[in-house]
């Protein structure tokens, strides 16, 4: 085997699509079942589109919702609408997650659902990796890309330092009907210790998703109590809460949110998307940096596999090329993150930004990158 990919999300399918298609055996391992929903703010930068082009998909084809402008409020209500420069698309992980997966099958990349990845050994005396599986078996092969999330029990294996630190976030994430909201939108609304996410995705529906802390779940006690106690005290949430048709029975939420740094080369397997630095969630690009991620990956992995360079030179390469990309992004991410959350910075913040367009405009260029 060539390379197995260790989680089934953007930047792992992404991924495996590329390598096999540039002639590599692949295998795909994915803990869960396709298709299946993930917390996720669902949109994703036009930037990627020339990739995903160039990977033979059309995610056209999926009738995503095109979106065109952002806008933020501060947690008492006032607004700030910007036009987006790039623009972006907003569809279901559900959807797309279980699309690509599909292409990537058709492809020839072995994908195994249902498959968990417990342990991951390098030997250099033959340069291969071998992977374990839960249940028992193994895989080996000459390269190993994680790209398993924001966090996984590989993290604590490969003894990363910040799967020791307590995190102090948690996400929710629900699909809804609000036809009240125009679907060339995503829009930010901040709450004391958090904030909230809202665009279109297919269907119809649109992606609710918001980030605070267990700090302020425990004072409140249930998710409900904490969305009527504290998310409505702004007045567009209090709007949404109160007249959005919720499509989810549960939502999903998932704890532990790390947005410490992170490296992208851990005992010699690569990582990509979340395992290797999460961008906080305002910022909204944290799928195309997995998918531009997947791209850095095949192309630096490709190189490796052709013996064109050695695996010290492929391991430099991708770090030197992952953090040219994405290492000032998601500093000035945890940079703008201190202004929101907080009722009185957030005010402050949004005010400043209402008199100074320019300003907010050179931040989104800071989170987002260019077409590639």
Known sequence: MDVVII????????????????????????????????????????????????????????????????????????????????????????????????????????????????????????????????????????????????????????????????????????????????????????????????????????????????????????IPRLEAQVLARNPRLHHLLEHAEVLYPQPEVINEISFAPKTCVENHVLLCGDAAGLITPLCGNGMAMAIHGAQLAATHLDAFLRGRISRPALEAAYHHDWHHHFGARLRVGRAVQQLFGQPLLSEVAIAGLRLWPAGLRALMRRTHGQAF
């Open 7 to 222: 989680g089934g999300g953007l930047g792992g399918l992404c991924a495996a699509l590329d390598l096999r298609q540039r002639g590599h055996a692949v295998t795909l391992l994915e803990r869960r079942q396709y298709p299946f929903h993930r917390v996720c703010g669902e949109y994703i930068s036009n930037e990627v589109l020339p990739y995903l082009h160039r990977l033979g998909l059309d995610v056209a084809a999926l009738a995503p919702a095109r979106i065109t402008r952002f806008q933020v409020s501060s947690p008492a209500g006032r607004l700030l609408t910007s036009p987006l420069d790039l623009g972006g698309f907003g569809i279901s992980r559900y959807q797309l997650d279980a699309f690509l997966c599909a292409a990537a099958e058709a492809a020839g990349v072995l994908v195994r659902q249902q498959t968990n990845a417990t342990d991951v050994a390098f030997d250099p005396a033959t340069d291969l990796h071998t992977v374990a599986l839960a249940g028992g078996g193994q895989l080996q092969a000459r390269a190993v890309l994680g790209t398993y999330g924001k966090r996984s029990s590989l993290d604590r294996q490969l003894q990363r330092p910040f799967f020791t630190q307590r995190s102090p976030y948690l996400g929710v994430k629900y699909h809804v009907r609000y036809p009240a909201m125009p679907r060339n939108l995503i829009a930010l609304h901040n709450f004391a210790d958090g904030y909230a996410g809202i665009s279109a995705v297919e269907d119809d529906r649109y992606c609710f998703c918001y980030l605070t802390t267990r700090r302020n779940l425990k004072a409140h006690g249930t």
